[in-house]
């Protein structure tokens, strides 16, 4: 079978794979900062024999690692990053290591290894049977501000592949066909002038009032809009004491929506919003404007392909403790109830089978949409925590640290690098996936939605 030696590769190096993983979950570093996760990951992809590249695509902490020559080019897709605020440590309580300290809530330290495994898998089953073609890991940063990718895109990144394979973690084992938002993102900072709010308002010009009279009209452009569009938002400054009207305040946005041209007009509008607030507050307006991304945009031919190998490998078996853990922490859940509901409890805790594959609709965002809109690419997603699990959660520390999250992270490396040989074994698939690739895209050829004058994040440690 193809895969044969690729998974015997994956059981045989696990420790290490599972010592990486680990490491990136004991030392979780979030957007940009990845500095220790880049360090290590180029280690192993060294001694694995890939030629590695630190500090790629003039980002600091992102690492390629090549290996093999000529076509086909077979890209993975590895992530780096941690989330804020998400620490907790390996049991079914919520206790975090460290109290507001980051953590693996979205599994990255399994993503990074799942996708690493992949290409170190298809490179031994490459090298045993002399198949031609080139393997290149990214280990791409901060995935979860939705920037890492698109700023490698706008350097040079993943045009050169033939084709290209994502990993999540995630409740079930399911190749995605789903759709998830593209996104704009960008703070509009107001600066007005300060005065006595009690003794002399009338001197005063609120960077408070232009930042909520722009929330405001917001709000009446919610209605107008695309049904696919979602405008949220927060508060990043907003004055300091009711006694003095504020001089600076600063709201951060998000745009969302379903192509980059409706998150283009829609994000246009709210910065007439924006603006119109400025004017009607005498206060001045600077929009930081922090990036975007597209919309994912799954190859069919290519999550077929790892749909079918994922049924052929089978899925793993997890022991009485592992589920014992997984039902602890489901009873947890906020989304238990939700989740009884549907019957899927029943058949266990944590998900024991291969879901078809379903065109679902994700309001979520993830930077993989750019790469997916640069050549095909699939996302395959394996079972790594209890079913029940809200996204971003403790719930999903807890378990990306022990051997739920490892098991789910095996076999999707395992899936991954099966794909990809059988890809490889056969161009005519290959052609396939770029036939409905160049389809899909005639009309809108990619344009990176970060422009040149924007600098990449730099870490801050
Ligand atoms: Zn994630």
């Known amino acids: 079978m193809t895969g044969t030696t690729a998974i015997r590769k994956i059981d045989a190096e696990q420790e290490k794979l599972i010592d990486l993983s680990k490491k990136m979950w004991e030392h979780p570093e979030t957007a940009y900062n990845e500095v220790e996760a880049s360090k290590w990951t180029a280690e192993l992809l060294k001694e694995y024999g890939f030629e590695v590249e630190t500090g790629a695509y003039g980002l600091p902490t992102c690492v390629v690692g090549r290996w093999g020559s000529g076509k086909p080019v077979v890209g993975f897709l590895g992530e780096l990053d941690a989330l804020p605020g998400l620490s907790?440590?390996?049991?079914?309580?919520?206790?975090?290591?460290?109290?507001?300290?980051?953590?693996?809530?979205?599994?990255?330290?399994?993503?990074?290894?799942?996708?690493?495994?992949?290409a170190l898998g298809a490179k031994a089953e490459m090298e045993e049977k002399k198949l031609p073609g080139t393997l290149v890991f990214y280990a791409c940063p901060a995935e979860e501000v939705l920037t890492g990718k698109v700023f490698m895109a706008r350097n040079g990144a993943f045009k050169d592949l033939d084709i290209c394979f994502a990993w999540h973690g995630s409740s079930k084992n399911q190749v995605s066909f789903g759709t998830m938002n593209g996104l704009n993102s960008a703070i509009f900072h107001y600066s007005g002038r300060t005065a006595h709010a009690g003794g002399a308002p009338w001197q005063g010009r609120s960077a408070l009032d232009?930042?909520?009279?722009?929330?405001?009209?917001a709000n009446y452009l919610r209605e107008h809009v695309t049904p696919d569009i979602r405008i949220h938002y927060s508060y990043k400054e907003a004055g300091t004491a009711p006694n003095i009207v504020p001089d600076r305040a600063s709201v951060w946005y998000y745009v969302r929506g379903l192509s980059r041209e409706a998150i283009e007009d829609a994000y246009r509008r709210l910065v007439l919003c924006a603006e119109g607030a400025a004017h009607m507050t005498e206060t001045d307006l600077e929009v930081e404007f922090l990036g975007g991304c597209y919309n994912t945009m799954p190859n069919r031919v290519l999550t077929d392909l790892a749909h079918d190998t994922m049924e052929e490998?089978?899925?793993?078996?997890?022991?009485?403790?592992?589920?014992?853990?997984?039902?602890?922490?489901n009873r947890q859940s906020p989304r238990f109830e939700e989740v009884s509901k549907s019957g899927e409890l029943e058949k266990g805790p944590i998900h024991s089978v291969v879901c078809p594959v379903e065109e679902e609709f994700g309001g979520g965002s993830t930077d993989v949409g750019d790469v997916d809109h640069?050549?095909?690419?699939?996302?395959?997603?394996?079972?790594?925590?209890n079913l029940a699990a809200p996204g971003h959660s403790w719930q999903i520390t807890a378990c990306a640290g022990m051997s739920i999250g490892f098991k789910g992270m095996l076999f999707g490396g395992k899936v991954l690098a099966a794909s990809?040989?059988?890809?490889?074994?056969?161009?005519?698939l290959i052609e396939k996936a770029k036939a409905e690739f160049a389809e899909k895209t005639k009309n809108s050829p990619y344009k990176c939605p970060i422009g040149p004058e924007i600098p990449v994040p730099q870490p801050k440690c």
């Open 88 to 118: 907790q440590k390996v049991c079914d309580t919520k206790d975090p290591v460290s109290p507001d300290a980051p953590g693996q809530g979205c599994g990255h330290n399994l993503l990074n290894v799942a996708c690493l495994a992949g």
């Open 210 to 217: 232009a930042a909520e009279i722009a929330n405001v009209g």
């Open 313 to 329: 490998i089978g899925v793993p078996v997890w022991s009485d403790e592992e589920k014992a853990f997984a039902d602890s922490l």
């Open 374 to 385: 640069i050549c095909p690419c699939c996302q395959v997603n394996t079972a790594t925590y």
């Open 420 to 428: 990809a040989l059988k890809a490889i074994e056969s161009p005519e």
